[in-house]
């Protein structure tokens, strides 16, 4: 697709996006029925042809769900994949935080040059037993905090992906270790039908960490479909509590695909930026990631 607006539209770093290949990695997560529509194997040349329309010039490969054991073995395939393609310019790399032997396996992702921090899946919802990936609040865990603590060792971010209710338990590791920069992914889930205290209290202490930034991405979560005007108070929040130097749009794809196709996900978060001076969007689209994921791309 080219719809004419490439050229003007502001250099994008996508903060977040997937690539899955079933004859590399196992993705238990991909045999639910729900996520068949996404299931099939996405390829980085599958990318760049949804991105082909936006002026894509740098991304940030998020862990997506392979198996927990094969944490080593995603990083050097998507190095491999950079190496052959140009992307993704860097890698959030699995690690599970309370593993026994987390620290020799934080050393080895942050020996990969590519990889700049971690993300550990760690869902827990308070009342769905559905939305829980543990049967604990790891955040509060003190064998995970002691994994968190290391982060800053070894020159690691870490994205946090979980419910409001876990973001108090982040806050204060977080707090503890201004050293290691926090990312809250997808708005930091804000699910209206949970009520919005945990998430807007979970807000606020994250803005005012100078360590901390969030993405812009995920917006299908928020509802039953995907509708820019049931978001787009959550999305001038989130901004005006963290100013337009830490917030990040990204694509969440192919995931955020169960919720609108990449160009309607797009061009729902350009419509709600359009206010914005050009730099403050350049800001947004792709210096604030450059910088936070310390990409060193000249933009």
């Known amino acids: 697709m080219d719809d004419g607006v490439t050229d003007t539209r502001p250099p994008f770093v996508d903060a977040h996006f997937h690539l899955w290949d079933h004859g590399v990695l196992r993705y238990p997560w991909l045999d639910a029925p729900e996520t068949t529509p996404i299931a099939a194997t996405y390829r980085i040349a599958d990318y760049r042809a949804e991105l082909a329309a936006w002026n894509l010039v740098g991304a940030v490969h ?3 769900g392979a198996d927990p054991d094969q944490g080593v073995d995603e990083t050097l395939w998507l190095n491999q994949v950079a190496d052959a393609g140009g992307l993704p310019d860097a890698i959030i790399a699995r690690v599970e935080l309370d593993h026994p032997a987390v620290e ?13 921090g971690i993300r550990h899946l760690i869902n827990w919802h308070p009342t769905d037993p559905g939305r829980r990936a543990y049967d604990h609040d790891l955040t509060c865990d003190p064998r995970w905090r002691a994994g968190y603590a290391l982060l800053g060792r070894h020159g690691l971010s870490f994205d946090f992906h979980g419910f409001p209710a876990q973001l108090s338990g982040l806050t204060e590791v977080a707090e503890q270790h201004p050293e290691v920069p926090v990312i809250l992914n997808h708005l930091a889930l804000p699910i209206p039908t949970d009520g919005l205290e945990e998430w807007r209290a979970g807000l606020i202490a994250f803005a005012a960490m100078p360590h901390a930034a969030i993405k812009l991405s995920g917006a299908g979560f928020i509802g039953p479909r995907f509708d820019p005007v049931g ?6 929040e989130v901004i005006e509590r963290f100013g337009t130097d830490r917030v990040m749009v990204a694509t969440n794809f192919p995931t955020d695909r169960l919720a609108a196709d990449l160009d309607r996900t797009l061009g729902a978060y350009e419509a709600l930026l359009t206010g914005f001076s050009d730099d403050e969007r350049r800001e947004l689209w792709g210096r604030n990631a450059n910088r936070i ?3 060193g791309l000249n933009l």
Request: hydrophobic residues 55%; aromatic residues 12%; proline residues 8%.
């Open 62 to 64: 998020v862990d997506a």
């Open 104 to 116: 020799p396996q934080l050393a080895w992702q942050a020996a990969q040059p590519r990889v700049k």
């Open 231 to 236: 978001f787009a108070d959550i999305v001038a």
């Open 293 to 295: 994921y310390r990409l």
